[in-house]
């Protein structure tokens, strides 16, 4: 928190006023009254549609992260905004891409022969490696030691492919976000992104930077599956038409602010970004295994066409549900105007309850990564079917 003291001289006494840094973000309309409740200093500046903006103590931003967490089972639950302007954009239609998409599935001996090559085993190791961090806070060491490891891990996988790169997207704070990059072969312009992020928080007690988050499933198993992918279109030398993007997101757990701040990028860029999937949380199977699209700030046509890759490819059980407003990075990029996705590892009800604590750890998760499996299975066909 960033404060300034103003001092009154008078004969008999000196006043100390510290005015708080207020910060502007846009949260579920739902979700408002929660902030009053909880006496968090607040002033609304617009609804509509479900959403609010309002400007909040920027030092009560984990506390509001927190009870968007208890109260609404929302990671992150709003997002955060640099300034006024671009959180107005919020409540704007916004249309980026440019072209209609051909949701056609063709790819079959392709993607068969990939989703022979995921490996439960490689995506295990990657959780149990993320885990060991403290944390992985947006503004500790820890969290930017992770996403170096990360980065790292990403550049080993990709050293042998010319068309490829791996990059920091540095932000105010100190956690970067990572950004793999390989090349479309014919249509470079088109991109596709796969993401999900790469902090973790403990919302109990105090401490913040400090406290014990291993965030194995939120989320070390996102992050796991994104890497799983990346391995195997790698080592079966996949060429995408497509450009592709791989996105480890900073700061998601305090308003999206990663991949916010990336998706605002890519729009005032005109970047023609022709699908967007998140992975947040892959591998708790809460729901007895079964896999859930998240239907609220997503886009249906795509949507669906996630759920025919799922009967076709991965052939487990599913359904939809929905997490309200900004409850992951999905909703940075549908915010943008971008087409998102968002499959998630269970139903609201049935989530991982041990998330945004020190129990978040791989044995929570039957000390597997077999749900997780799913997920990669998942983003490999998605991205070879839209590749094409």
């Not at 009800?349 to 499996?373: E, M, Q």
């Amino acid at each position: 928190m960033f404060s300034r003291f103003f001092f009154i001289i008078a004969p008999f006494f000196i006043v100390n006023v510290s005015a708080e840094q207020m910060v502007h973000i846009t949260i579920g309309s739902d979700a408002v009254s929660s902030l009053s409740e909880n006496k968090i200093n607040n002033k609304i500046i617009k609804s509509q549609g479900g959403v609010t903006l309002m400007s909040v103590p920027e030092s009560k931003i984990e506390e509001i992260s927190h009870l968007m967490h208890e109260n609404f089972n929302r990671c992150g639950g709003f997002i955060y905004h640099s300034n006024l302007e671009k959180a107005k954009k919020a409540f704007e239609p916004q249309i980026t891409n440019k072209k209609i998409m051909d949701y056609t599935i063709g790819q079959e001996v392709v993607v068969n022969s990939f989703l022979k090559k995921a490996n439960a085993t490689k995506i295990y190791e990657v959780i149990s490696k993320l885990s060991t961090f403290k944390n992985r806070h947006y503004r500790s060491t820890y969290g930017v030691d992770s996403q170096n490891w990360i980065k790292s891990q990403w550049e080993i996988l990709v050293k042998n492919r010319t068309d490829a790169r791996v990059e920091f997207f540095k932000h105010e704070y100190s956690q970067p976000s990572v950004i793999l990059t390989i090349q479309g072969d014919k249509n470079p312009e088109d991109i596709i992104i796969l993401g999900g992020h790469g902090d973790s928080i403990n919302h109990m007690g105090e401490g913040g930077s400090e406290k014990v988050a291993p965030g194995a499933d939120d989320n070390a198993s996102g992050i796991a599956v994104l890497t799983e992918i990346l391995r195997v279109i790698v080592e079966e030398n996949y060429k995408p038409e497509k450009t592709i993007k791989i996105i480890s997101y900073a700061a998601e757990e305090v308003g999206l602010r990663g991949s916010n701040e990336i998706a605002e990028r890519m729009q005032n860029t005109n970047a023609n970004i022709v699908g967007v999937m998140q992975f947040d949380m892959t591998n708790y199977p809460g729901s007895e295994g079964k896999l859930f699209l998240i239907s609220d700030y997503t886009n249906s046509s795509q949507n669906t066409f996630v759920g025919k890759l799922i009967d076709k490819y991965i052939q487990i059980p599913w359904g939809f549900g929905k997490c309200g407003y900004a409850c992951s990075d999905h909703a940075s990029w549908t915010n943008s105007g971008f087409i998102a996705s968002f499959p998630f590892e269970a139903s609201m009800k049935d989530y991982n309850p041990n998330i945004h604590t020190d129990r978040d750890t791989l044995d929570k998760s039957k000390d597997s990564a077999s749900h997780a499996l799913n997920f990669a299975k998942l983003g490999i066909a998605y991205l070879v079917e839209l590749d094409r």
